[in-house]
Structure formats: C-alpha cells, structure tokens
C-alpha cells in the first residue's frame, strides 16, 4: 500500500491490475490494500510465495522486500 500511494504520488501509472483470484489466500487480503497489491502482483513487483500464496498477513523478509524494492525502483 505504501509503495502504491507513493507511485501514485509520484505520477506513475498504478492502473494495471493483477488475477489476485490466482492465489489461494486472496481473501485474507485487507479491503483497504486489495487495489494496491493487485497493482503490485499487475505490475510485478509480487509474484507470491512458491506455495500459490500471497501471505497477506504474515511478515515479509528482508530480502522479500529488498526484491520488492529493486523492481519497483527498475519501473
């Protein structure tokens, strides 16, 4: 969500949207951060867990972020 209001801050085009239907957890996703991370899975900056999974209220890694980071950064 962060990375969301700070594109669209910044004039960056935050309308792709990604199948969040695709991960079994997707119903777990907060209301408030849906569009946002349907943005990131639509723009590639998430790809989900390798177990089909978004993990949506669990803790990211460092390095889950520091990946999330460096293509947003490539955008």
């Given at each position: ?12 085009d935050t309308s ?8 079994s957890d997707n ?49």
């Amino acid at each position: 969500s962060i990375l969301y209001r700070y594109a669209q801050y910044k004039g960056i085009d935050t309308s792709a949207a990604g199948n969040l239907a695709a991960f079994s957890d997707n119903a777990s996703i907060s209301a408030y951060a849906r569009t946002a991370i349907s943005w990131a899975v639509g723009e590639g900056l998430v790809s989900g867990m390798g177990d089909g999974t978004l993990a949506p209220q669990g803790q990211a890694t460092r390095a889950q972020v520091a990946s999330i980071l460096m293509r947003f950064a490539q955008m």
